[in-house]
């Protein structure tokens, strides 16, 4: 395993982290779905310790996984060990069995002492608003809320979760206001949308980790056309035939490189983003040993001709798939 520095903090993270959300289960707010499917926590723990002996040290969480589960089963397994470094978030919340958002202060303080008791911590080491848009930043609560927090030694630092298909407007916010030390957001082969944020990122300082680097398991090569999934599985409504087809037939000349690298297609989907060296860390999702193992093994760094190929076609051929996956949520 390599490390890299987390923008200008003291974190020294692992290049791979472990995405810590479908070890939460399949959890439900009502008749919707947001989790995995249903989890098996004594494979859970040993993913978790899989995780540990191939020398993953980042561990990313939230809140709302499990509704709270998968910082219990994290607490339970990892907590007392301070030379990981655990990451989670604040936000979203489920209230009378309805999906919601909070960005009040009150309720981030009274979220973090909840994260802290699951945890089984006495500091967070990054701590992120979920998905808070340009008005709640704006609006200012929040922000007070995670400095407060960092005062008073209950968190290290602090970021923002970047929307999934524009994340620019927030992180420019915080950018230009020199808060916050981290981004988290989407960067994968199909959704190259965070690209334009990563020379301001890296030249004032911020750590960058990466979420959804296989596209909900889309850039695994496992999916064919007739795919389906649990009605506890989020993707079921995500990953629907005409996504899974058209990404697949736009993917082909990608796939041809597997055969240059003698990799597989996870291998090659988180090698492209390694070959960034504005990336912090990669948190694929991770639930069984065998995960460990294929998001962790045979990684390297793309030839810079490669890089611009599929940034390419980021800006052609993907951008109709990108089109279709963003219909779906």
């Keep these: 395993m390599e490390y890299r520095k987390f923008g200008n903090t003291g974190l020294i993270v692992s290049e791979i982290g472990f995405g810590a959300w479908a070890i939460g289960g399949g959890a439900m707010i009502g008749t919707t779905s947001i989790g995995w499917g249903d989890s098996d926590d004594t494979v859970s723990e040993k993913a978790i310790h899989a995780s540990l002996d191939a020398g993953i040290n980042f561990f990313d969480t939230a809140d709302i996984y499990g509704l709270g589960h998968s910082e219990d089963l994290l607490g339970k397994t990892i907590g007392k060990n301070k030379e990981i470094i655990i990451a989670t978030k604040v936000g979203n919340v489920s209230r009378k069995d309805q999906f919601t958002i909070d960005y009040s202060k009150d309720y981030i303080l009274n979220a973090c002492e909840e994260s802290l008791r699951r945890l089984q911590r006495e500091v967070i080491d990054y701590y992120q608003l979920h998905t808070a848009r340009l008005s709640h930043l704006q609006e200012g609560n929040c922000i007070e809320a995670m400095q407060l927090l960092q005062q008073q030694g209950k968190i290290r630092y602090w970021g923002l979760s970047l929307n999934t298909f524009d994340p620019s407007p927030e992180a420019n916010f915080l950018m230009e206001r020199k808060l916050g030390n981290g ?52 993707r079921k409504n995500r990953l629907i035939t005409p996504v899974v087809e058209a990404a697949n037939k736009a993917l082909e000349p990608v ?54 190929m599929i940034e390419q076609l980021g800006k052609g ?13």
């Design 255 to 308: 796939w041809d490189m597997c055969a240059k690298y003698n990799c597989t297609k996870t291998q090659l989907a988180l090698s492209y983003i390694l070959s960034y060296p504005e990336v912090s860390t990669i948190i694929p999702g991770i639930r069984t040993p065998k995960q460990t193992e294929q998001n962790t093994a045979g990684l390297f760094i793309l030839h810079p001709e490669d890089r611009m």
């Design 183 to 234: 981004f988290q957001l989407v960067l994968n082969l199909l959704n190259q949308k965070a690209l334009d944020i990563f020379p301001t990122a890296a030249e004032n300082g911020y750590g960058v980790i990466t979420r959804m680097p296989l596209q909900f398991g889309l850039l695994t090569g496992k999916f064919d056309d007739g795919v389906s999934f649990s009605t506890t599985d989020h």
């Design 317 to 329: 051929t993907f951008v109709e798939v990108m089109q279709l996956i963003q219909k779906q949520g």
